[in-house]
DNA sequence: ATTCTTGTATTAAGACCTTAATACAATAAT
DNA sequence: ATTATTGTATTAAGGTCTTAATACAAGAAT
């Protein structure tokens, strides 16, 4: 299935955002090799240039490192791993709450927000 | 005082964002006449293009209209404003909890993250 | 009536993004 | 040794975004 991008951003940085999210949710777990250039770029429907350019970064900070011929991996730095997970969770809470202030929710009525919707959306 | 960008995406889509915001929490009073485009554009230290181009995007979905040369104001409809401010509410929880979900974390974990980070910050 | 202010349109340039089509180097697999 | 697989690099094309510099039309202000 291919993967779904907003059409108001680069599709190579939200390429960045997803495989992040596997690494820490450990859909790639730490060591893993990663699948080729080549059927990353056709799983998600997307230029191999594109797909290395989204690999590239990441190597750049250090979440994946490459075996020039055989393959990309996972960083086996678990700690590294972990950090990058507290940093998105602390931006996702942060951004979010930001947002929700600006349109005048104070704090309680964020979490009955919330509340409210994940009660909707209980029986997925 | 510039607006703030983030480098990843359009300046257009990111200034809808905004105004929006401020349409949304009373920034812009309903059938208030919002600045120039010009004066807009410098504020945000934008090209006026640029801002032209977001707020024919408003007009587009009804939120402002004009008055071809005495200026551009704010929809009188609040029901409208209301149904834009519902609709962020959703997008924001929804795009929040989904992140929150790949992220390994159950509807209890986050809000526990979240009411520990409001704690945090509650000294501003 | 004249000038100012407003939104709007146009053209050009440069930067970045995406795709496409190749080609190459180095190791793995056979 | 030969072939296949891997990451990487290059070039070209077309699209979008942003800025810049103008110009115009029409109502407002004087």
Chains 1, 2 share one sequence.
């Not at 390429?15 to 080729?36: D, M, N, R």
């Not at 998600?44 to 490192?65: C, F, H, K, S």
């Not at 991996?73 to 507290?86: A, G, M, P, S």
């Not at 602390?90 to 009660?119: P, T, Y």
Request: with cysteine.
């Amino acid at each position: 299935m291919p993967w779904e991008f907003r059409s108001d951003c680069p599709i190579y940085a939200q390429l960045i955002e997803k495989i992040e999210q596997k690494i820490c949710s450990g859909v790639y777990p730490p060591g893993t090799k990663l699948p080729p250039v080549r059927d990353l770029a056709q799983e998600a429907a997307v230029n191999p240039n594109t797909m290395q350019r989204a690999l590239a970064r990441l190597e750049d900070v250090g979440l994946l490192y490459t075996h020039r011929t055989s393959g990309r991996f996972v960083t086996e730095d678990t700690d590294l791993i972990r950090q990058l997970k507290n940093r998105l969770v602390q931006e996702h809470i942060r951004d979010f709450l930001e947002k929700m202030r600006q349109l005048g929710f104070g704090r309680e009525e964020i979490l009955a927000a919330i509340s409210r919707i994940m009660e909707e959306s209980k029986d997925e």
